[in-house]
């Protein structure tokens, strides 16, 4: 075992951190209490780049019950909690993270997981993936296949896929219903609003919050802003997604208009640029910008960067760009998403997460008993894991499900359905 973390001496804080959340996941401790009997992944290595953090500490030490050999890295060069970091180091598995790694540092701990030679990859981001087929391609034949978390990997894998260029099979964990129904729109919203007030201390009643897109992710940021007593105004570039907000009784508007009226922006577009200096000209001042996507692209810093005369870090994660006629401009957790990249952010919900990691480790198990059978293609999450899933999830919460009746089975069988 190898380990490069900021400071060992953390552990026992970010076990407790770990501990505390492994009690508000039952569904994943439902899977692990199965792998540890059946050990999937016994002689495997399985290489990670994910938010290192408690929940993620939690599927790791369940892919070690299982068998597996852990090599884990940071898919954010801020979202990594040093504690947990350090925890997991103690715990045996190799971990290479710490917050604030420069890019170079980034890079360095992806490849330093790709050096233990991993059979199977999870990643968020496709960054892991994205370097397996530029950089070290030596290991390409080696692996059975990977899984992706979050839309923007997906995206750019499905690219690939398309232009022949993926060389192994991969699960699109993101896309799963029960990843995007809950995950996406569930625990981003809950804890993209939490970030935004831990780090501003503001209140959400009564403000103009614009939020940009209006996927599984800005539906879910817009109905629980709303909820707050914030009025919300989206901006989209798709018709059908804008139909979709008008007739869920949002504001929609082109973001020159919508830069006008804001008080806070929230980008969950997943593309570059979102948000761009002729926006910021028209903003008010002290308005507030943040993104709750995978990269810090949505927001066009070095555009803000040359309207500004001064920038100065006003509060932790929070920067103040003031323009040429004294309005000023802040941006959270330098543009970088604003629920995981905060010094005080914790990501989505433990039990939000219960069922994202229970998806991804059952996913990753698909990968290893289906070794040689899968074409190198996108591939969606099999059916009867989601369901799996979700009943698991009821389960823990003490919901019951109707069964149907042979009669009804039969009928929706039939295509002799009568009236």
């Known amino acids: 075992m190898t380990y490069k973390v900021k400071d060992i001496k953390l552990a026992p804080q970010g076990k407790r951190a770990i501990e505390w959340v492994e009690r508000h996941m039952p569904v994943l401790a439902a899977v692990r209490k199965e792998f540890a009997r059946t050990e999937p992944f016994k002689g495997l290595t399985v290489g990670a780049a994910l938010h290192v953090e408690a929940k993620t500490a939690a599927l790791a030490r ?3 019950a299982s068998g597996a050999e852990v090599a884990i890295t940071s898919c954010n060069p801020l979202s990594t909690k040093d504690d947990v970091a350090a925890a997991l180091a103690k715990d045996g598995i190799n971990v290479y993270a710490w917050r604030g790694e420069t890019t170079r540092e980034y890079y360095s701990n992806l490849n330093r997981v790709l050096d233990h030679k991993p059979d199977i990859l999870i990643d968020d981001g496709a960054d892991l993936i994205f370097l397996t087929h530029t950089k070290r391609t030596e290991l390409l034949k080696s692996i ?25 099979p991969v699960i699109a964990v993101n896309d799963s219903p029960a990843k995007r129904l809950f995950d996406n ?43 707050l007593g914030a009025i919300v105004t989206v901006v989209e570039t798709d018709p059908i997604k804008a139909l979709e907000a008008v007739m869920d009784g949002f504001r929609v ?19 570059i640029n979102a948000i761009r200096g002729e926006h910021i000209r028209r903003m008010k001042d002290g308005a507030i910008l943040c993104n709750a996507g995978h990269f810090n692209v949505e927001i066009d810093i070095e555009g803000l960067a040359r309207l500004a005369t001064k920038r100065r870090e006003v509060l932790e994660d929070v920067e103040e760009f003031q323009l040429r006629d004294g309005r000023r401009i802040h941006l959270l957790a330098e543009g970088r998403l604003v629920n995981l990249a ?37 591939y969606d999450v099999p059916p009867e894991i989601d369901r799996r899933v ?11 499900l109707e069964r149907p009746t042979w009669e009804q089975i039969r009928y929706m069988k039939s295509w002799r359905m009568g009236t």
Not at 253 to 271: L, Q
Not at 352 to 362: K, P, T, W
Not at 393 to 399: D, E, N, P, R, Y
């Open 62 to 64: 369940t892919l070690t």
């Open 144 to 168: 059975r296949g990977a899984s992706e978390e979050t839309t923007t990997g997906v995206n750019r894998l499905r690219r690939m896929a398309s232009e022949g260029a993926l060389k192994f």
């Open 185 to 227: 729109r569930f625990g981003t919203a809950e804890s993209t609003l939490q970030a935004i007030m831990g780090i501003t201390n503001t209140l959400v009643a009564g403000k103009d919050v614009v939020v940009v897109g209006y996927g599984f992710v800005g539906r879910g940021i817009a109905s629980r802003v709303r909820g």
């Open 253 to 271: 508007a082109r973001m020159n208009d919508a830069a006008r009226v804001g008080d806070i922006f929230i980008t969950a577009t997943g593309n």
């Open 342 to 378: 905060g010094r005080r952010s914790l990501g989505h919900p433990m039990e939000i997460m219960d069922m994202s990691f229970a998806l991804q480790a059952l996913s990753v198990e698909y990968l290893a008993r289906h070794r040689g059978e899968l074409e190198n293609w996108v």
């Open 390 to 400: 979700a009943e698991l999830k009821l389960k823990s919460i003490g919901v019951e």
